[in-house]
């Protein structure tokens, strides 16, 4: 007869034997793993992987515009969404690993579950997210919006500004100065003057408590707009870039520095005598600032594109500013300038011609003014570059738009070599393999060295069905 009894001797050793085997199997399987070959590395310019993210609402809006790095690979996109009743529309947040995998999406919906957007970001050291744009009000109008996450998607705290007029308010731009002190750019409005906004600086310190407000108003009737905000950190410079209405001069660019206890140190304006704009600053090693845009010098009727080198004193610098008129003389731009780690100055923008219409523009400076290269490439269809990095060894990486062959807008992105001349690659994305038709529009772009090397680029897509989408990239550099 067969005994039902177990040995407890037998068990044990039977026991032994199977983990000695799963131990053995794990052995074996890590050895193959490791032999088996490494995929082929990706070529520069090749797509390493691309997210998309839907509201969810059927046709809905939504637009990444801001892309920003955060420690370990993780990448931040925000924009605004569409996520239907109650909420409507919503600043929303997605986190990213280096691989492309979302690891969380996060949005705010205001108390009045109106339109809340989010229209600029920065991380600190420690990957905390501050978020800034606008968070609708039931009247319908806005009230100027400031938010903090932690890397884990955490909501830390929300901060609102109502101006004192009660208008429509918006932050456009926020930065961080070397304390963790959170800076945010943006404009106020009255509702008795709809055609005029004022511009607000506020300092927050890390914990979300607003130390000072600063503003400017360039007088009734006049509009105020935002372009730019970028902080010294190691000599406590804040300085706000704008483009403004006045009274006798058209438009203007606008330029203020600040302390960071909120002492304005000086403001200047810099322009012709008709419709100026300003788009960008950049800062050099010594502290010396480079602002961007496009000007009209009469007795020109087109404009050309414009950069100004001002002293930390407030003063343009000796030889500047610097203008740029395309082959075509038609409307020429810069949008956005950066300065590499040996100084030279790096724009881009488009150059218009009658013949093929918008062209995009690279151009290079050194640091007192002398042209280091200027090219636009042409291809059939209208082209910008809207946004501009540079990697340590001076390769200048440009993202904006092309519509080449009259098809609707794909992102366009491109390498310039450090020599000047050579272009080493040049992609054009759309979000949809179907809707050739559809508008992709690239809104930021930026280059990350190390371990998680790329060419970063995020906007809206138009999908499928689905309208537009945020739409990230990561490009081999």
Known sequence: MTSNTTNPATSAVTMASLVAIALAVTLVTAVLALAVPAPASALPGDEVWRASYDGGVAGGQDQAHGLVFAPKGFLYVVGYAEHGAPAGVDATVLRYSASGSRKWKRFYDGPAHGSDRAQGAVADRAGNLYICGSVGRADLSTDLLLVKYTPAGRRVWVRTYDGPLHGNDSARAVALDGAGNVFVAGTVGDPAD????????????????????????????????????????????????????????????????????????????????????????????????????????????????????????????????????????????????????????????????????????????????????????????????????????????????????????????????????????????????????????????????????????????????????????????
């Open 194 to 477: 709809p055609m005029g906004a004022d511009l607000r600086l506020l300092k927050y310190d890390r914990g979300g408590h607003r130390q000072w407000v600063r503003g400017f108003n360039p007088g009734a009737g006049h509009y105020l707009g935002i372009s730019d905000l970028l902080i010294d950190k190691e000599r406590g410079r804040v300085y706000v870039s704008a483009e403004y209405e006045t009274t006798s001069n058209g438009w203007q660019w606008f330029l203020a520095r600040y302390a960071t206890n909120g002492t304005r140190k000086w403001r200047h304006d810099w322009g012709g005598a008709d419709s100026d704009q300003a788009k960008a600053l950049a800062l050099s090693a010594n502290g010396n600032i480079y602002q961007v845009g496009s000007t009209v010098q009469p007795p020109a009727v087109d404009s050309d594109a414009a950069i100004v080198k001002w002293t930390a004193a407030g003063e343009i610098a000796d030889g500047w500013p610097l203008t740029f008129a395309g082959p075509g003389d038609g409307e020429d731009h810069y949008y956005d300038v950066t300065v590499d780690r040996s100084g030279k100055i790096h724009v881009v923008g488009d150059s218009f011609s009658g013949l093929s219409g918008a062209n995009s523009l690279m151009c290079a400076y050194d640091s007192v003014g002398v042209v280091q290269y200027s090219s636009t490439y042409f291809h059939p269809g209208a082209q910008t570059l809207w946004k501009v990095a540079c990697d340590r060894a001076g390769n200048t990486y440009a993202g904006g738009y092309s519509n080449e062959g009259g098809a609707n807008p794909a992102y366009l992105v491109m390498k310039k070599a450090n020599d000047g001349v050579s272009i080493s690659w040049r992609k054009t994305a759309k979000e949809s393999t179907t809707v050739t038709s559809g508008t992709d529009t690239l809104h930021s772009l930026a280059w990350r060295g190390g371990a998680y090397a790329g060419v970063y680029v995020t906007g809206n897509g138009d999908g499928d069905a689905t309208e537009w989408d945020f739409f990230t990239i990561r490009f081999e550099p």
